[in-house]
């Protein structure tokens, strides 16, 4: 095969459809594997090894052995004995099999039936340690986010103070558009990007729009509260999948004999095992929801706080024209106050869903998200972005040897590749929820695993999750350590007499 031919047309079409220039590593990772999912590197074949690519190429080696690590990472290639050998990833680039009926331009989206979410409780407050969901408010670059909203308050002209546009403003727009295409590997336009005020509200809107009240929802089991609370509330079915090790499990009978109207996923890193959702699973994911007119809601929410390697893409930038709405918040990755979050819709219902935002919706915020684009344009977005991926990693280790110090044999902590939080397995004969409202009095808040499942969701057989998720983005390593040896006597004082005689004397 001719390498610099593939990369050289793969540049042109990303310097005409982005405007960005890319490395030399990220020219070949992306052309590589735009070739694999095109057809055009097919199944089995062995690439060039590193060596021989990199005199052909004229590149350093480095730049070839990182290419190919994340293609092997994002299950595009197996490093073999022989060499670097390209997987199955038939399916990816199918058309859609189900067709717009005669007069229609895009598939239904509206809902017949709207309805408010009910009322939110506030979080408690009497117990703070190892809240998930809440970044790292200490390390937030406060004094440049006060430069960036006060420069906006100066550009705001008075016909500016009105509602504003309902979609978001268009500098904003921009900027998560170019954002995501570079990092997340997404496909789209700006015109495609609409502002929401996070991702509840975006989780609202999906489940009014895009399906009818009665219609199926698939949903991740265990999975998000918030996600169920929205499709409730929207007068949806609610179908739990089950989740494994790499991701959500549908099988060939749950589309044959439940399809579904939506699918919400949280593929980059589930919410709340942590797991990520393999390729294969993927590609099968937009081939059975295409064939089925199913939309695919993928929840991004962290995906940016990646520990092991770059964030993995998106399952929107897979194929063109894939069925699904992809929702992004900076409410992780900054701060939960700045309310503002984002959907990325297919193409062929922009029109449909910018009517139903100027109907239904009000936006504000004008300062806010024209500071929002400065801080992500002039770059400072990234770097805050690198500094938490290096605080988050710090955190999380201290957290995991603060478990395995003084909770050895009570508990587990499970494969995490990034993000704000872990889940650990409960190994003691302790009930999860018994177990946090006695914690709470140390405070410690921790969520039981067992309230992110539907009771009806496990099959027979299945082992019920029995443990807790825990955010570690608040928690310095000594701090953990301090409150890991407090939940450790919590737990011993809990357990049955000749249960803690055999624990102490391990």
């Known amino acids: 095969m001719d390498y610099a031919l593939m990369m050289s047309a793969y540049e042109r079409k990303a310097r005409a459809n982005a405007s960005r220039r890319l490395t030399q590593q990220d020219l070949l990772y992306e052309s590589l594997r735009r070739a694999i999912l095109d057809g055009d ?20 080696r480095n730049s070839v052995l990182y290419a190919y690590e994340r293609l092997i990472d994002e299950g595009f290639v197996t490093a073999t004995r022989h060499g670097s050998v390209v997987n199955d990833v038939k399916g990816a680039s199918a058309q859609p099999s189900v067709q717009a009926e005669p007069g229609e331009t895009a598939p239904r989206m509206l809902s017949r039936r709207v309805r408010q979410l009910p009322p939110r409780r506030a979080p408690s407050s009497d117990a703070i340690a190892f809240r998930p969901g809440v970044p ?3 390390a937030f670059p406060l004094v440049q986010w006060r430069t960036a909203l006060e ?22 727009r921009q900027a998560i558009a170019q954002y995501v295409r570079v990092s997340r590997g997404v496909r789209c336009q700006p015109d495609q990007v609409f502002i929401t005020d996070g991702t509840q509200t975006s989780l609202d809107i999906c489940a009014r729009f895009f399906a009818d009240e009665g219609e199926r929802v698939w949903i991740e089991n265990p999975g998000y509260p918030g996600a169920r609370v929205a499709m409730l509330a929207a007068g949806l079915s609610l179908e739990p999948i089950p989740v494994d090790a790499a991701g959500m499990a549908a099988r060939a009978e749950d589309w044959r004999d439940a399809p579904p109207r939506l699918v919400y996923l949280t593929p980059s890193h589930q919410y709340p095992l942590g797991c990520v959702l393999s390729l294969e699973r993927r590609l099968a994911m937009i081939e059975h929801a295409r064939a089925c007119g199913a939309w695919i809601i993928e929840d991004d929410y962290d995906s940016e706080l990646r520990h092991d390697g770059p964030p993995l893409p998106s399952i929107q930038g897979l194929a063109d024209d894939t069925p699904v709405i992809y929702l992004g918040t900076f409410s992780k990755t900054l701060f939960p106050a700045l ?13 449909q869903m910018e009517t139903a935002h100027r109907t239904l919706k009000r936006q504000g915020r004008v300062a806010e998200q024209m500071a929002l684009a400065d801080f992500i344009e002039s770059g400072r977005y990234a770097r805050h972005l690198r500094r938490m991926r290096k605080l988050y990693l710090a955190r999380r280790d201290g957290l995991v040897a603060a478990i395995e110090k003084h909770l050895a ?7 995490d590749a990034g993000g704000m939080h872990l889940s650990v397995r409960l190994d003691a004969p302790l009930d999860d929820v018994a177990v946090s409202e006695a914690a709470r009095a140390h405070g410690l808040a921790l969520s039981p695993l067992s309230a992110y499942c539907l009771a009806d969701g496990a099959e027979a057989g299945d082992a019920p999750y029995n443990g807790f998720l825990l955010g570690y983005a608040e928690a310095t390593p000594e701090a953990s350590d301090t409150l890991m040896q407090a939940l450790g006597n919590v737990v011993r004082e809990m357990l049955p007499d000749v249960k803690a005689a055999t624990v102490l004397l391990q």
């Open 339 to 351: 309310r503002i979050g984002f959907m990325i819709v297919p193409r062929a219902v922009v029109a």
């Open 41 to 60: 590197i097919g199944r089995g074949t062995r690439l060039a090894s590193s060596r021989t690519l990199a005199e052909e190429l004229d590149i350093a």
């Open 136 to 138: 790292a408010l200490d």
């Open 409 to 415: 044999g009570l508990m587990t902590v499970s494969a």
């Open 151 to 172: 420069r906006a308050m100066r550009e705001v002209a008075a016909s500016e103070l009105g509602y504003g546009d309902s979609v978001g403003q268009p500098a904003l």
